[in-house]
């Protein structure tokens, strides 16, 4: 069974620019998650779909930070204009269920914003 | 006080020797346990998950909660380089509600 699938796997902007992560969850798995993952701290939830509606926002820095998730499926990330504090790993993971025990997570996007 | 709280390391111990890792957490909501291991680099993959308290064992891997006292573990036994990583411990509601991760406590198992 393919993973989670994530790309770019790293990318390094300068602040004030524009960047974009997709994913592309399992296949069937109906809920996909986009996590922050600042070095030496936990995933922090950015944003929970199932199928193709928003579950919970309300962590996502709504002035610069958007998602969709386009036919329920694939997904991307979008920040405009990017900060150095949004230097970070961006995790994808989708789940078969509600439960965390279910979540699989892609290998994540190095962001560097300098 | 943060909802979950982990000693974040660096841990480090001779291969063999058993790890303890642990979790504190303040929401008495939570119902789901779970501990994921992160390689550097990679993301993080589910290694335990129990519900409710109790222990619950996976080869060398046992996991143990403690509602009354808001506090998970992880136990590893004959610990090996390849253990080394940085384990997170994660929890939910009953409903998958409100999934909180812990900071993450770094381990180097050495040879």
């Known amino acids: 069974e393919a993973g989670v699938a994530q790309s770019p796997r790293y990318k390094i902007i300068e602040k004030r620019q524009s960047v974009a992560f997709w994913c592309n969850p399992i296949?069937?798995?109906?809920?996909l998650y986009w996590y922050q993952q600042i070095l030496g701290q936990g995933p922090k939830l950015l944003i929970q779909?199932?199928?193709?509606?928003?579950?919970?926002d309300s962590q996502l820095p709504k002035d610069r930070f958007s998602a969709e998730r386009l036919k329920g499926v694939d997904s991307t990330l979008k920040i405009q204009p990017a900060k150095l504090e949004d230097s970070a790993v961006y995790l994808c993971?989708?789940?078969?269920?509600?439960?965390?025990?279910?979540?699989?997570f892609g290998e994540g996007s190095w962001l560097t914003v300098v | 006080q943060k909802e979950v709280e982990q000693d974040p390391g660096p841990l480090s111990v001779p291969e063999g020797a058993i790890v303890s890792l642990n979790c504190t957490y303040s929401n008495s909501a939570f119902q789901y346990f779970m501990w994921y291991r992160q390689y550097s680099r990679k993301g993080p993959e589910l290694l335990m998950y129990?519900?409710?308290?109790g222990n619950k064992e996976d080869g060398r891997f046992t996991a143990q909660v403690d509602k009354s006292s808001k506090y998970i573990s992880l136990f590893i036994r004959d610990s090996q380089p390849s253990d080394s990583a940085t384990y997170l411990c994660?929890?939910?509601?009953?409903?998958?509600?409100?999934?909180?991760f812990g900071p993450g406590t770094r381990l180097s198992v050495l040879p």
């Open positions: 129990t519900y409710s308290s």
């Open positions: 993971a989708s789940s078969s269920g509600p439960l965390g025990n279910t979540i699989y």
């Open positions: 296949s069937g798995h109906a809920t």
């Open positions: 994660a929890m939910s509601d009953n409903y998958g509600q409100n999934f909180v």
């Open positions: 779909f199932q199928n193709n509606g928003v579950v919970d």
